[in-house]
């Protein structure tokens, strides 16, 4: 009894790792097969630089170009304006100088406070005719008989009581004429004997006139 017992559970054990046996190879992923046959690769033929070069122009899109003209009347018209622009510019810029050295001239002219006094003096005063004429005949025999580098013109000499007044201008067409004219024309007339009688003096200069304020009085 017992060893029909046995065998029965041994039968059972059998079937039972059968079964399972069985069942895990039946469920069991199955590895996909591998093809190793590999096909050879074609290699392409050899094409040269020029056709590939025309095969990707042949690709391209085509395009037009067109020329645009060059415009050189409106190139130059613009130079022009900018030039007159600039020509403007120098223009303004001159007439703004003109007007400050002008000005400085006119500074420099102006009189002096002495020189205003004599200038009030002269106006106040009546002529003494024997002594003004006298006086002015001097200077214009002086400025005829004077051996000077180059002679100034006379503009006018005009004498009061005590005062006189002189203008002179330098000669025209003669651009040499300058200061040092009027340096050696002023050195020459204080050495004149008619000259020695004046005491005070004021005067003002430029290249092109020459103008004297003197006075017997101090």
């Known amino acids: 009894m017992i060893k029909n017992s046995l065998w029965s559970l041994l039968l059972a054990f059998i079937a039972g790792v059968t079964l399972a046996s069985g069942y895990f190879f039946l469920t069991a992923p199955r590895p996909t097969q591998q093809h190793t046959d590999v096909e050879p690769i074609q290699t392409p033929p050899k094409l040269s630089r020029e056709s590939v070069e025309i095969a990707q ?7 037009k170009v067109e020329k645009q003209p060059v415009d050189s009347d409106l190139g130059s018209e613009h130079s022009k304006e900018q030039l007159q622009q600039q020509v403007k510019e120098l223009k303004q810029a ?4 003109k007007a400050t050295v002008k000005n400085y001239q006119k500074q420099l002219r102006a009189p002096s406070d002495f020189e205003q006094v004599l200038l009030d003096k002269f106006e106040e005063q009546t002529r003494n005719e024997e002594w003004a004429y006298r006086t002015e005949t001097a200077l214009k025999d002086f400025l005829l008989t004077a051996d000077l580098t180059v002679a100034p013109e006379l503009v006018s000499a005009q004498c009061k009581t005590s005062v006189c007044k002189f203008e002179l201008v330098a000669p025209e067409d003669n651009d040499a004429f300058d200061h040092t004219q009027w ?3 002023n050195d020459r007339l204080v050495k004149q004997d008619f000259w020695q009688q004046f005491k005070t003096s004021a005067s003002t ?3 092109d006139d020459f103008k004297l304020l003197l006075s017997t009085e101090q």
């Open 205 to 207: 200069s430029s290249d």
């Open 94 to 97: 001159l007439a703004v100088q």
């Open 183 to 185: 340096r050696e024309l």
């Open 57 to 63: 122009i042949d690709v391209l899109p085509s395009v």
